[in-house]
């Protein structure tokens, strides 16, 4: 499977816990993006990375979030200290600019679902 | 702050019906705008546009943009049961974010 891949894909947390979610891009994608989403409402963008560089973090929803991709290839996401209102379904997703350098579509994993208890 | 809003939230029709889902933004430095299909898992992508008054088509979908307006819609023809599902609208801008709307959730009964 070529597709955009996320681990794990399910995770149950007591509240104060750290949690780190994995996503693996698409190979030949140089532009991976983290979102979350809950119930009913359309994804929201976290941050995103070109190759190793984190090119917008101000999305990031507090300061116990983080994400890292240190070589270019796989992304971490990590929160601290989770919260009950941090349960939601966290999605990543990549895209390669087209030919033209402007514009690229997203393809999405399949998400990791969480829930702080 | 950018924002996209779609319209309607929800949506029940009968096999064979045709739908318009709706969607407006309003952004900064409008880049493209593109259409996501959503079941029980991750978005699939379906349409991106860019330029307004291109149609671009893909079986019994369709959609078209126009900037001018800052709307863009989304067409179902034959509807079938297979057509449920959330429809997402995402906008992004140059600073490559993208904004996303809160879906239309269509429901296509027998």
């Known amino acids: 499977d070529t597709g955009v891949s996320q681990d794990p894909r399910h995770k149950i947390t007591k509240r104060g816990q750290n949690v780190t979610f994995r996503c693996d891009p698409i190979s030949e994608h140089n532009r991976l993006y983290w979102y979350r989403q809950t119930l009913g409402q359309g994804p929201e963008f976290l941050t995103y990375?070109?190759?190793?560089?984190?090119?917008?973090k101000s999305r990031l929803l507090s300061d116990r979030f983080s994400a890292e991709r240190p070589k270019g290839s796989f992304s971490t996401l990590e929160i601290q200290r989770t919260e009950q209102g941090d349960s939601a379904m966290y999605l990543c997703a990549s895209s390669q600019p087209r030919t033209s350098g402007l514009y690229n579509e997203q393809f999405f994993g399949p998400g990791t679902r969480l829930t702080v208890l | 702050e950018d924002k996209v809003v779609q319209s309607p939230l929800s949506l029940v029709v009968h096999e064979g019906d045709t739908v318009t889902l709706n969607c407006s933004y309003e952004v900064t430095n409008f880049r493209s705008l593109l259409w996501y299909k959503q079941e029980k898992k991750a978005p699939t992508f379906l349409f991106m546009l860019t330029s307004s008054g291109i149609e671009k088509k893909s079986g019994r979908l369709s959609s078209i943009l126009d900037k001018k307006e800052l709307f863009s819609i989304l067409n179902i023809t034959a509807t079938q049961t297979g057509d449920s599902a959330v429809y997402l609208c995402a906008v992004e801008n140059y600073g490559q974010n993208f904004v996303f709307g809160p879906g239309t959730r269509l429901s296509v009964l027998p």
């Open positions: 990375f070109q190759n190793e560089a984190q090119l917008e």
